[in-house]
């Protein structure tokens, strides 16, 4: 038997459209890699998710290429 699972990478995940994607993906059981240049808000966004194992948080700057790295690497 395979295991498949969902991983989805959000940007800009800690307000608006995508802390609503967020939510919505996370009930569907994903697992999550949340992007957002705002740490702070990002780190209470992830308090507020049931199953934080199933959430990765990276604060930083995507236009960064150190950043980009940083995320692969995860």
Not at 8 to 24: D, K, N, P
Request: aromatic share 4%; charged share 25%; proline share 1%.
């Amino acid at each position: 038997m395979e295991n498949s699972r969902t991983i989805t990478l959000v940007t800009g995940a800690a307000s608006g459209l995508g802390w609503e994607l967020v939510q919505r993906f996370h009930a569907r059981g994903d697992g999550l890699v949340l992007v957002d240049m705002n740490a702070e808000l990002l780190a209470e966004r992830e308090a507020n998710l049931a199953d934080s194992e199933r959430v990765l948080v990276c604060a930083g700057d995507l236009t960064d290429p150190a950043f980009q790295d940083q995320i692969v690497a995860a």
